[in-house]
């Protein structure tokens, strides 16, 4: 099977509007046919940071039914076995700390981004 | 001997010089004669909408004959008219709907990620061009 590593850089683009992150989805939906893989890096390292409170969006008096819940669709994607990964540096970066994480998510060093490359058949940067 | 390229896009029209490159390699790859597979995710869905229309330039103090502005919808149909069968076009569906873009050119179909998986599974290389 083809091998994919989904390397999600931009955290939050439309996420409200869409109710999902959109790659988050794509890979979901590809993980039927492909080996799929996903390595957060930039701002959408805080997809991997556990969310106990997610405030409503109220707007004119219409709510929003269903508030995206990254960490849960994170997990929701590790449960269908895709493994998922960060950039440690990013984490650090924002000063993120690695308790605050969900398990199952694990760290990559920059210095380690050319091996984990290797290790697929295509790299999809979005 | 022909190859096969998959690309995907997500721009919408007018936003981002990555929807130029897409269509200056896509023209590229069929003029050297090989097959092109756009697959258009959110946002790229827009590109072949049929309703787009070209409008003057009140700051050049330009006309719409004088603009002779293509639209992106335009040259996703001189892509294809040019492609001699070699260009598939497939539109995401859910991404269509919630954008109300359904009423496209003559060209693309209505697809979803399963088209992308299988046309992964059977290009030579694929190159998925991202929005910010």
Request: with cysteine; net charge negative.
């Amino acid at each position: 099977m083809t091998k994919v590593l989904s390397v999600l850089s931009d955290g939050y683009r439309a996420t409200v509007e869409e109710q999902d992150d959109t790659v988050l989805w794509f890979t979901s939906m590809c993980a039927k046919e492909l080996d799929m893989a996903v390595l957060l890096e930039s701002d959408a390292v805080n997809y991997a940071v556990q969310t106990d409170d997610v405030a409503d969006l109220n707007l004119g008096g219409r709510k929003a039914a269903d508030v995206p819940r990254l960490d849960r669709d994170v997990d929701a994607l590790m449960a269908k076995g895709v493994a998922v990964s960060y950039l440690a540096e990013d984490l650090i970066a924002r000063g993120i700390d690695e308790s605050r994480l969900i398990d199952g998510v694990k760290p990559v060093a920059r210095a380690e981004l050319p091996a984990l490359f290797e290790q697929f058949d295509q790299i999809w940067h979005w | 001997m022909p190859k096969t390229l998959t690309v995907l896009l997500m721009d919408p029209p007018y936003e981002d010089e990555r929807t130029t490159t897409a269509f200056r390699i896509t023209d590229a790859a069929l003029g050297k004669g090989h097959n092109v597979r756009v697959f258009a995710y959110e946002g790229a869905v827009s590109l072949t909408m049929a309703d787009q229309a070209p409008h003057p330039n009140p700051v050049k103090g330009t006309s719409v004959d004088d603009e002779r502005h293509p639209t992106t919808k335009d040259w996703a149909s001189a892509l294809f008219g040019s492609a001699d069968g070699r260009l598939e076009w497939i539109n995401c569906g859910l991404c269509v709907d919630e954008r109300g873009a359904g009423n496209w050119i003559e060209g693309p179909r209505r697809g979803g990620p399963a088209d992308f998986t299988a046309w992964v599974k059977s290009s030579d290389a694929t190159l998925v061009i991202p929005t910010h």
